[in-house]
């Protein structure tokens, strides 16, 4: 489905992902996981468009997405839920789950799909006409999924939604992940810090170092050890 | 000076401030697409108000003609301004604003706004000398028997009390508020208004829903430009254009923007009501030059109170 192959990206002179490459096949859950900095933000934001691509390609269902305008790819099948969420602020959380079904695909059914994000998620059934930027960071975090979800994409994409929540909302945010890959059969890309939770929800891994994958493989080759050493350098 | 007449003065400055704020609403609407939503700073606003005011007079008075319209000749005029003015504004972003702004702002310094400001500013004077060029500076404006009739509305107290209310610029009230209306509907409830509010809000993310935050910047500046427009070809039924007017204005603009709460289409309205309503109530009180005085002394009143302004509301968790 996504298939990443050579991927360079730099920031100035600053290499940020060298040589990338990862795959990901329909119905399946990828975990990338890497310590700060190691350029997991930099590999979604390049499949999105919204930075510079040096070198490589990025190929969606065939489609060579590096010909695709930025604004263009969620109209292909990707929903990306940005690191630090990234609601609208100033709109309601309605009007936030309505822009998530700007492409057409997520138009057509949006009243089917609302159905679903809200027995996903309740509370934000219960805060559909509050501003988004109201919310708590959890319920933000649920929005910009339910937002995303209501694009009816084919491919997921999650950055860090753990990031900046209490373990328990965490771990509500991963139940849910979990769910809409199990229940919904939907093909999932997420990228963690939190290595432990990341790879037992996953079939498969990458880790990445410095804008290298320094590993790769199944969740059961991806043994502790392995990881830890490669994680950690120990 | 005895009661009777000071209750005859300020109904009639009441009267006054309405009309004339309900245009300054409409020119606060218009700017709050392109500043109060948008966020990018158009300095040039008031010389679009002031293009608007010379297409309409030139399409009312050498085009169109009077005999076939009669009264009705510069409201249509004015209407013809839009299309032009939103062709206008849409080519000038796609040209020019656009280097500025949406996700090519976020990289400048200040998000854009400097390179906006300079921009602006030199469209902005590039317009005045333009028309001071080609137009020259006598003042123009477009007479009809409107302009020159009044309704007269006996005050019930006495026999001989009344307020007159210009037909022009009644007419000029109801039409502003009549599209500053439609255009407040448009933001706050289509899908068209609801994504430019969200390609303000987050164009990052904007574009990961699929939004071109491009195209929604060029079509709010556009419709921006199409309402100051909209608004000129109105104001020059009673109000003379001459190259400068727009400098007159675009002050009044910035002030109900601000005033009404940044991003609300109803909150600019309601500022260029305030403005309007201060700028007429303070002749009963203060002289006549000092009308401009009085505006930034309720504005700076107002904010001292209310820095979110009147209709701004705060949307980030505290």
């Given at each position: 489905m996504l298939e990443v192959e050579n991927l360079s990206v730099a920031y100035g002179g600053l290499a940020?992902?060298?040589e990338v490459s990862l795959a990901v096949r329909q119905g399946e859950f990828i975990a990338v996981v890497g310590p700060n900095g190691a350029g997991k933000t930099t590999l979604f934001k390049a499949i999105s468009g919204t930075v510079p691509v040096r070198g490589g390609r990025i190929l969606f269902e065939g489609q060579d997405l590096l010909t695709r305008p930025a604004a263009n790819r969620a109209h292909l099948g990707i929903a990306h839920v940005p690191e630090g969420r990234r609601v609208f602020a100033s709109l309601s959380v309605l009007e936030n789950l309505e822009m998530g079904a700007w492409p057409e695909a997520g138009r057509k059914v949006f009243a089917e799909t609302l159905d679903r994000i809200y027995a996903l998620f309740p509370i934000l059934s219960e805060r559909r006409a509050q501003f988004a930027g109201t919310l708590s960071g959890g319920q933000q975090q649920m929005l910009a999924i339910g937002r995303a979800l209501a694009s009816r994409p084919r491919l997921l994409m999650l950055d860090e939604p753990s990031m900046g929540l209490s373990p328990v909302m965490a771990d509500t945010i991963f139940d849910a992940i979990r769910e809409l890959h199990h229940a919904d059969g939907l093909t999932i890309l997420l990228v963690e810090q939190r290595v432990a939770e990341a790879l037992d929800a996953c079939s498969r891994g990458y880790v990445l170092e410095t804008g290298r994958i320094v590993l790769d493989g199944p969740v059961s080759e991806l043994s502790t050890d392995r990881l830890r050493q490669a994680y950690l350098g120990m | 000076m005895n009661a009777a007449a000071f209750v005859e003065q300020a109904a009639q400055a009441l009267t006054a401030g309405i009309m004339v704020g309900c245009v300054y609403g409409l020119l606060c609407v218009g700017l709050a697409f392109i500043f109060?939503?948008?966020?990018v700073i158009n300095f040039a606003q008031g010389d679009f108000m002031m293009v608007g005011m010379y297409l309409a007079f030139y399409l009312a008075t050498h085009v169109l003609g009077t005999t076939l319209l009669g009264d009705a000749t510069p409201f249509v005029a004015a209407a013809l301004t839009v299309p032009v003015l939103f062709i206008v504004g849409g080519g000038l972003h796609r040209l020019l604003i656009a280097r500025t702004t949406g996700l090519r702002g976020v990289g400048l310094s200040a998000e854009g706004h400097q390179a906006q400001l300079i921009l602006t500013l030199g469209i902005a004077l590039v317009l005045q000398n333009g028309a001071l060029i080609l137009l020259g500076t006598s003042p123009h404006t477009v007479l009809t028997t409107l302009s020159s009739s009044a309704w007269e509305l006996p005050l019930l107290y006495d026999d001989f009390s009344a307020v007159f209310i210009n037909q022009a610029r009644a007419i000029a009230a109801v039409l502003s508020v009549g599209v500053a209306f439609g255009l407040f509907l448009l933001v706050a409830r289509t899908r068209l208004g609801k994504s430019l509010r969200a390609a303000a809000d987050n164009p990052e993310a904007a574009t990961y829903m699929g939004i071109d935050v491009d195209r929604a910047h060029r079509i709010a500046f556009a419709i921006g430009t199409a309402v100051a427009g909209l608004a000129g070809g109105i104001i020059v039924a009673y109000y003379p254009v001459q190259p400068f007017v727009g400098v007159d204005f675009i002050i009044i603009m910035y002030a109900g923007v601000v005033l009404g709460g940044m991003g609300s289409i109803s909150g600019a309205f309601w500022g260029g009501m305030v403005i309007g309503l201060v700028q007429q109530l303070s002749t009963l009180v203060m002289p006549l030059q000092l009308q401009n005085a009085a505006i930034f002394a309720a504005f700076v009143l107002i904010l001292l109170f209310r820095p979110q302004g009147l209709f701004g509301r705060n949307v980030e968790r505290a």
């Amino acid at each position: 489905m996504l298939e990443v192959e050579n991927l360079s990206v730099a920031y100035g002179g600053l290499a940020a992902l060298r040589e990338v490459s990862l795959a990901v096949r329909q119905g399946e859950f990828i975990a990338v996981v890497g310590p700060n900095g190691a350029g997991k933000t930099t590999l979604f934001k390049a499949i999105s468009g919204t930075v510079p691509v040096r070198g490589g390609r990025i190929l969606f269902e065939g489609q060579d997405l590096l010909t695709r305008p930025a604004a263009n790819r969620a109209h292909l099948g990707i929903a990306h839920v940005p690191e630090g969420r990234r609601v609208f602020a100033s709109l309601s959380v309605l009007e936030n789950l309505e822009m998530g079904a700007w492409p057409e695909a997520g138009r057509k059914v949006f009243a089917e799909t609302l159905d679903r994000i809200y027995a996903l998620f309740p509370i934000l059934s219960e805060r559909r006409a509050q501003f988004a930027g109201t919310l708590s960071g959890g319920q933000q975090q649920m929005l910009a999924i339910g937002r995303a979800l209501a694009s009816r994409p084919r491919l997921l994409m999650l950055d860090e939604p753990s990031m900046g929540l209490s373990p328990v909302m965490a771990d509500t945010i991963f139940d849910a992940i979990r769910e809409l890959h199990h229940a919904d059969g939907l093909t999932i890309l997420l990228v963690e810090q939190r290595v432990a939770e990341a790879l037992d929800a996953c079939s498969r891994g990458y880790v990445l170092e410095t804008g290298r994958i320094v590993l790769d493989g199944p969740v059961s080759e991806l043994s502790t050890d392995r990881l830890r050493q490669a994680y950690l350098g120990m | 000076m005895n009661a009777a007449a000071f209750v005859e003065q300020a109904a009639q400055a009441l009267t006054a401030g309405i009309m004339v704020g309900c245009v300054y609403g409409l020119l606060c609407v218009g700017l709050a697409f392109i500043f109060g939503i948008m966020r990018v700073i158009n300095f040039a606003q008031g010389d679009f108000m002031m293009v608007g005011m010379y297409l309409a007079f030139y399409l009312a008075t050498h085009v169109l003609g009077t005999t076939l319209l009669g009264d009705a000749t510069p409201f249509v005029a004015a209407a013809l301004t839009v299309p032009v003015l939103f062709i206008v504004g849409g080519g000038l972003h796609r040209l020019l604003i656009a280097r500025t702004t949406g996700l090519r702002g976020v990289g400048l310094s200040a998000e854009g706004h400097q390179a906006q400001l300079i921009l602006t500013l030199g469209i902005a004077l590039v317009l005045q000398n333009g028309a001071l060029i080609l137009l020259g500076t006598s003042p123009h404006t477009v007479l009809t028997t409107l302009s020159s009739s009044a309704w007269e509305l006996p005050l019930l107290y006495d026999d001989f009390s009344a307020v007159f209310i210009n037909q022009a610029r009644a007419i000029a009230a109801v039409l502003s508020v009549g599209v500053a209306f439609g255009l407040f509907l448009l933001v706050a409830r289509t899908r068209l208004g609801k994504s430019l509010r969200a390609a303000a809000d987050n164009p990052e993310a904007a574009t990961y829903m699929g939004i071109d935050v491009d195209r929604a910047h060029r079509i709010a500046f556009a419709i921006g430009t199409a309402v100051a427009g909209l608004a000129g070809g109105i104001i020059v039924a009673y109000y003379p254009v001459q190259p400068f007017v727009g400098v007159d204005f675009i002050i009044i603009m910035y002030a109900g923007v601000v005033l009404g709460g940044m991003g609300s289409i109803s909150g600019a309205f309601w500022g260029g009501m305030v403005i309007g309503l201060v700028q007429q109530l303070s002749t009963l009180v203060m002289p006549l030059q000092l009308q401009n005085a009085a505006i930034f002394a309720a504005f700076v009143l107002i904010l001292l109170f209310r820095p979110q302004g009147l209709f701004g509301r705060n949307v980030e968790r505290a």
